[in-house]
């Protein structure tokens, strides 16, 4: 893996060191450059990352107005914060990375307002790392819709019914939801995985058309470089659905690198999503999603699986655009942390 260096200028006793993206300390927060207004190099396959999960992954952090707190344009014009964002009076855009929203078929190139103009997911700080660190072209591939549970909506392929305190609770394209064993089932238009296998074929579909809208493709092909994760709100309204977390997780990871034919494609997770994850079921997924990159506990997920932990980053809402807990108070802060976390993360595994 190619990686450009990284020009860090980091605060010493002895003065300003600059550091190479090798040397980058682990510890957040790394510090970006503003964008070069260079392409990635065109003989090379892009390098795609498949961001999923539900509507915090969609994008819920607000770019203004900038008089409101935690907004992006009150983090970079009055708290002076992320100079890397902004040049003069407008965003800055990468050229090395495309993001492309396969629910919708929109993209553009990556920046603040790639996403819809209005609100930022975890695409932009986590775009930027890859289009600094990476010197292939990057697609920053969205494919997810609110509103969804990995324990129905998103199941993964392969999963079994189970029972939980007197119920059965649906396999993969089973359906209902759950049922009493013996009583009729009720009747809905959904069955369990069916956004997984919707999300899957919006993003494939998105694939097959690449030279169509990729601006500047060349034709080197692309590569399924990593998996994106970033979920887990719904799971938590849901004491079965949390307690089949952590093995839904490694299911899905499985399964995702499976149907993509992508095996040794990366994979990385941040906890919440939109629960401060610090007690009841909040606390259980989030423990869950950590325990799926502990290497000791699954070895085959050893320097390719990592969890990154975001529950620092919740903001409160006299900080925040609005007092909207399920999506972070749509605090932009949030969504730009941990995009760069997530971003990082993958770094340090496409290295290892």
Same mark, same amino acid.
């Given at each position: 893996?190619?990686?450009?260096?990284?020009? $860090?200028?980091?605060?010493?006793?002895?003065?300003?060191?600059?550091?190479?993206?090798?040397?980058?300390?682990?510890?957040?927060? @790394?510090? !970006?450059?503003?964008?070069?207004?260079?392409?990635?190099?065109?003989?090379?396959?892009?390098?795609?990352?498949?961001?999923?999960?539900?509507?915090?992954? $969609?994008?819920?952090?607000? !770019?203004?107005?900038?008089?409101?707190?935690?907004?992006?344009?009150?983090?970079?014009?009055?708290?002076?914060?992320?100079?890397?964002?902004?040049?003069?009076?407008?965003?800055?855009?990468?050229?090395?990375?495309?993001?492309?929203? &396969? @629910?919708?078929?929109?993209?553009?190139?990556?920046?603040?307002?790639?996403?819809?103009?209005?609100?930022?997911?975890?695409?932009?700080?986590?775009?930027? =790392?890859?289009?600094?660190?990476?010197?292939?072209? =990057?697609? $920053? %591939?969205?494919?997810?819709?609110?509103?969804?549970?990995?324990?129905?909506?998103?199941?993964?392929?392969?999963?079994?019914?189970?029972?939980?305190?007197?119920?059965?609770?649906?396999?993969?394209?089973?359906?209902?939801?759950?049922? =009493?064993?013996?009583?009729?089932?009720?009747? =809905?238009?959904?069955?369990?995985?069916?956004?997984?296998?919707?999300?899957?074929?919006?993003?494939?579909?998105?694939?097959?058309?690449?030279?169509?809208?990729?601006?500047?493709?060349?034709?080197?092909?692309?590569?399924?470089?990593?998996?994106?994760?970033?979920?887990?709100?719904?799971?938590?309204?849901?004491? &079965?659905?949390?307690?089949?977390?952590?093995?839904?997780?490694?299911?899905?990871?499985?399964?995702? @690198?499976?149907?993509?034919? &992508?095996?040794?494609?990366?994979?990385? %997770?941040?906890?919440?999503?939109?629960?401060?994850?610090?007690?009841?079921?909040?606390?259980?997924?989030?423990?869950?999603?950590?325990?799926?990159?502990?290497?000791?506990?699954?070895?085959?997920?050893?320097?390719?699986?990592?969890? $990154?932990?975001?529950?620092? %980053?919740?903001?409160?809402?006299?900080?925040?655009?609005?007092?909207?807990?399920?999506?972070?108070?749509?605090?932009?802060?949030?969504?730009?942390?941990?995009?760069?976390? !997530?971003?990082?993360?993958?770094?340090?595994? %496409?290295?290892?």
């Amino acid at each position: 893996m190619a990686f450009r260096l990284l020009s $860090v200028i980091a605060c010493a006793v002895l003065g300003l060191i600059a550091v190479s993206g090798a040397a980058l300390a682990q510890d957040n927060p @790394r510090t !970006l450059p503003k964008p070069d207004d260079k392409p990635g190099a065109a003989n090379k396959p892009i390098k795609v990352f498949i961001l999923m999960g539900q509507s915090n992954m $969609v994008g819920m952090g607000d !770019l203004g107005p900038e008089s409101a707190k935690g907004t992006l344009t009150y983090l970079t014009k009055t708290d002076k914060k992320y100079p890397w964002l902004v040049d003069g009076d407008k965003w800055t855009e990468r050229k090395d990375a495309y993001y492309y929203d &396969a @629910r919708v078929k929109k993209g553009a190139p990556l920046s603040p307002t790639a996403n819809n103009g209005k609100s930022i997911g975890p695409e932009v700080g986590f775009g930027y =790392v890859m289009g600094q660190v990476l010197e292939e072209p =990057v697609l $920053v %591939l969205k494919s997810c819709v609110g509103n969804r549970s990995l324990g129905w909506d998103l199941l993964p392929p392969g999963s079994k019914p189970f029972a939980f305190e007197g119920k059965t609770f649906a396999g993969y394209k089973d359906t209902p939801d759950s049922w =009493v064993e013996g009583q009729p089932k009720k009747d =809905v238009k959904w069955y369990a995985g069916k956004q997984y296998d919707d999300d899957m074929a919006n993003a494939k579909e998105a694939l097959k058309s690449l030279a169509k809208w990729y601006p500047g493709d060349k034709g080197s092909g692309y590569e399924i470089a990593g998996f994106v994760w970033w979920q887990g709100h719904k799971d938590t309204g849901s004491a &079965a659905h949390a307690s089949k977390y952590e093995e839904n997780l490694g299911r899905l990871i499985e399964s995702l @690198r499976k149907d993509y034919d &992508a095996p040794t494609a990366k994979f990385v %997770l941040a906890t919440g999503c939109g629960n401060p994850g610090r007690e009841g079921l909040g606390l259980k997924v989030a423990e869950a999603q950590l325990a799926i990159g502990d290497a000791k506990k699954y070895p085959k997920f050893a320097r390719n699986v990592a969890g $990154v932990d975001t529950r620092d %980053l919740w903001r409160e809402a006299d900080v925040s655009p609005k007092n909207q807990g399920y999506h972070y108070n749509r605090n932009a802060e949030t969504y730009l942390e941990t995009g760069l976390r !997530l971003g990082w993360a993958m770094a340090d595994l %496409l290295k290892n």
